[in-house]
């Protein structure tokens, strides 16, 4: 990069090296990631937006866009940037998408936020009927007693999350550049991975937790969709699955149809 290719005029090149060269990531460096057609802000130690990400959230929006015949609720569970629901609120027609994000770092409910202003989605309002909305919630929901804290807009009809799902000795593999910048609480998903995907389990076998005919679509580590899929189909409320590959072939994204 020259001077001239340097869009970030606030941070001098010599700086900018430097912090590269200790193995910052570039996003935090540069302070934005394209996420779809946005351009989110990334902060550490919020856990940057990764493309595979990017890739499901862009087919789950082509799939709510097409099947949208009123205004559905969303909530996506472990927030982060707000990446998720905020992609889906810009691509998804207006007025058909009102989300939650909930998550358990100041950190990410903050960036969430602003990039929320950022994207212009509003929060809720009698006045923002005809747009899609985001609000967020600092809460655990792992704790049994979330459903009782936070004040949900259940029943909801689709939940997303890209919930932390890596084991302990795959944190410990981890490149330095993700394990010194990018937060634990974002990455380790308990000893086998699966913590939160058996408390999503939980919450949503719930009694008005979810509207009939509700979609649960979960990131998943790319050895992890089978017994995912076996997680939700515990809940004995699944009528199908769907497993979705990300773009270099590995099994990313399950979603249960309820
Ligand atoms: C893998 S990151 C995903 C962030 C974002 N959704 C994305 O896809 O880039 C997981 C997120 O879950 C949040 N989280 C971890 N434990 C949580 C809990 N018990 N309750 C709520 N959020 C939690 C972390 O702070 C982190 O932002």
Redesign the pocket.
């Known amino acids: 990069m020259n001077q001239a290719t340097n869009t970030h005029p606030h941070l001098s090149l010599p700086d900018m090296l430097r912090r590269r060269i200790l193995g910052e990531p570039l996003q935090y460096i540069l302070g934005d990631q394209p996420f779809g057609p946005l351009n989110l802000i990334t902060r550490a130690p ?5 493309p595979e ?1 990017e890739h499901w959230v862009i087919k789950l929006a082509d799939r709510l866009s097409s099947t949208s015949t009123r205004p559905k609720r969303l909530l ?6 707000g ?2 629901p905020l992609l889906l609120c810009h691509l998804c027609p207006p007025g058909t998408l009102h989300t939650h994000g ?4 100041p950190h ?1 409910i903050q960036l969430a936020t602003d990039n929320a202003a950022l994207c212009k989605i509003p929060t809720p309002s009698p006045r923002s009927l005809h747009v899609n909305s985001f609000r967020t919630t600092l ?4 704790s049994p007693t979330f459903s009782d804290d936070v004040n949900l807009s259940a029943p909801y009809d689709i939940i997303t ?5 890596i084991t302990w000795n795959e944190y410990l593999e981890l490149p330095r550049s993700v394990s010194d910048y990018e ?1 634990p ?3 380790f998903g308990g000893p086998s991975g699966f913590d ?1 995907y058996h408390s999503i389990a939980r919450l949503v076998r719930q009694k008005g937790f979810l509207n009939p005919a509700a979609v649960v679509a979960l ?1 998943v580590g790319h050895t992890q969709a089978k017994r995912v899929e076996d997680i939700m189909r515990a809940t004995g409320l699944v009528h199908s699955t769907e497993i979705w590959c990300d773009p270099w072939g590995k099994d990313r994204t399950v979603l249960a149809h309820f």
């Open positions: 919020v856990l940057i937006p990764r990400t996506d569970l472990g927030t982060g940037s990446c998720i909930i998550d358990i770092s990410a809460a655990n929901f792992l999350s890209n919930p932390p799902y937060d609480k974002a990455l939160f990131e």
